[in-house]
C-alpha cells in the first residue's frame, strides 16, 4: 500500500523559507515521478515541481523557477520541496503526489497525500 505523508507547512513571512518533506511508503523512487502540487481557495491544483525516477530530472512550474528546489533522498524514501523567497502567492494547500508518468501533472499522479499548509503572510 502507497503511502505518502506531507510535513513542513507553516505561516511564514513574505520573503522567507521553508522546506517541506514527504516520507514514501511502498513505492520505488526509481520507476515513479514525484512531485509536489498546490491548490489555493478556488484555484485549480496546479504542478509545482517534480522529480523524475528514472534519471532525477526535474521540472518547475515557471513561478518556482530560482526559488525553488526539489531533492530526494532515497535513504529516508523521502522527497523535499526547499522553497525560498516565498510569496504571498505561494500561499495554499501543498500535496505530494507519485506516479509513473513522466509529466507534472495533477491529473496523471496515482497516489497522493493528505497535504500540508503553507501561509505567506506579514
Known amino acids: 500500500q502507497v503511502q505518502l505523508r506531507e510535513s513542513g507547512g507553516a505561516v511564514v513571512q513574505p520573503g522567507g523559507s521553508l522546506r517541506l518533506s514527504c516520507v514514501a511508503h511502498?513505492?520505488?523512487?526509481?520507476?515513479?515521478?514525484v512531485g509536489w502540487f498546490r491548490q489555493a481557495p478556488e484555484k485549480e491544483r496546479e504542478g509545482v515541481s517534480c522529480?523524475?525516477?528514472?534519471?532525477?530530472?526535474?521540472h518547475y512550474v515557471d513561478s518556482a523557477k530560482g526559488r525553488f528546489t526539489i531533492s530526494r533522498d532515497d535513504a529516508k524514501n523521502t522527497v523535499y520541496l526547499q522553497m525560498n523567497d516565498l510569496k504571498r502567492d505561494d500561499s495554499a494547500v501543498y500535496y505530494c503526489?507519485?506516479?509513473?508518468?513522466?509529466?507534472?501533472?495533477?491529473?496523471?499522479?496515482?497516489?497522493w497525500g493528505k497535504g500540508a499548509l503553507v501561509t505567506v503572510s506579514s
Open positions: 511502498g513505492i520505488n523512487f526509481d520507476y515513479n515521478t
Open positions: 522529480i523524475m525516477g528514472n534519471d532525477q530530472s526535474t
Open positions: 503526489a507519485a506516479g509513473a508518468s513522466t509529466l507534472c501533472d495533477p491529473s496523471v499522479m496515482s497516489y
